[in-house]
């Protein structure tokens, strides 16, 4: 593999319909506006976003069933690289209904279960794809019949070859994931109060919750992202938070997984000849850079799509402040 390539793990592959209508009436007949379908998921996300800036990225996930081979069809004529383990099981549908006020609704449907003999085939791809990848992002949730230990296992690969990992998400496996050490753990503001089981609301609150787990699990960065309010990175001292400027998103599914590849991108780029990153690497840097390009991803139908002409106006905008301590 290039040794440029950020390898993106994300097992829990989507056929995605995207519908656009004025207003989501809970009970009544919705009359859809425009409608499409793609290829998605938090790993396919990021994927596109850091292909959009110009990167290169390959995803590994599942892919079954009729869905799944529309999945990898559709990947494939977009130009987006992926290693896919086939399984028997049909790939999930998610349906998003995005209103014209920017509000998302998204019902997602459960995830595959693999056989023993699949999760066995997904690991093998795993061990031949992160040699020699720059960067290792994990991202979302397992598939049923995953074992919870597996992202572990993974980030435990990935160190024994120095390969920075950026871990997103906070299922089950991301929690046992931690004691592993990623580089960097990127939340939203939910999913980090479900890590730490109970609500981290204030900045004193979220500075406990940075802390504790930063101290516990070796982790380097903590970033939360807040929607359309930001989002928060902690390097063990400082909390910075990162503002975009105001948009009118078309949809917001994806603009955290287009921040996700942010981070990397801004990591690797501040890394230079040297790939792993230095250990003086800027987190305002990588803050704003991965609210760039979540904004600018919620600009677009696709999820984690980028125009570049709009995220460079984007990131213009960005403006980051130390949070004192409350």
């Not at 869905?67 to 399984?87: H, K, N, P, V």
């Not at 997904?122 to 992160?130: A, C, I, K, Q």
């Not at 040297?274 to 690497?281: D, T």
């Not at 991803?297 to 984007?314: H, N, P, R």
Request: hydrophobic fraction near 40%; proline fraction near 4%.
């Amino acid at each position: 593999m290039d040794d440029a390539v950020i390898l993106i793990v994300g097992q829990n592959s989507v056929w995605q319909k995207l519908c656009i209508l004025p207003r989501l009436e809970r009970g009544e007949v919705n009359r859809v506006r425009d409608a499409r379908v793609y290829a998605a998921g938090k790993g396919v996300n990021a994927a596109r976003a850091a292909v959009a800036m110009g990167a290169e990225a390959m995803v590994l996930g599942y892919a079954g069933g009729v869905c799944g081979q529309l999945f990898m069809d559709d990947l494939s004529r977009e130009g987006i690289r992926g290693d896919w383990t086939r399984i028997e099981a049909e790939t999930r549908i998610c349906t998003t209904f995005a209103e014209e006020d920017g509000l998302s609704t998204e019902v997602i449907e459960p995830a595959p279960r693999v056989s023993d003999g699949e999760r066995a085939g997904f690991l093998r791809t795993f061990m031949r794809r992160v040699y020699g990848a720059a960067f290792l992002i994990i991202s979302g949730t397992t598939v049923e019949g995953e074992s919870e230990d597996c992202y572990a296992a993974y980030i435990a690969e990935a160190h024994t070859r120095s390969i920075p990992v950026l871990l997103d998400s906070a299922c089950a496996a991301a929690r046992r994931a931690l004691s592993e050490s990623p580089e960097i753990l990127k939340v939203n503001v939910k999913e980090l109060a479900l890590l730490l089981g109970s609500p981290v609301d204030g900045h004193g609150d979220r500075r406990e919750a940075y802390t504790e787990l930063a101290r516990t699990y070796g982790i380097r960065w903590i970033i939360a992202t807040d929607g359309a309010q930001g989002m928060e990175g902690f390097d063990g001292s400082r909390i910075l938070r990162a503002v975009p400027p105001r948009i009118r998103p078309v949809k917001t599914i994806g603009g955290g997984d287009a921040a996700a590849a942010g981070i990397a991108l801004s990591m690797l780029e501040q890394a230079g000849a040297e790939r792993r990153p230095p250990a003086g690497a800027s987190l305002e840097q990588a803050l704003i850079m991965a609210a760039a390009m979540g904004t600018a991803s919620c600009l677009q139908t696709v999820g984690g799509g980028i125009d570049k002409a709009e995220y460079l106006s984007i990131r213009n905008g960005v403006t980051v402040r130390e949070v004192p301590p409350s």
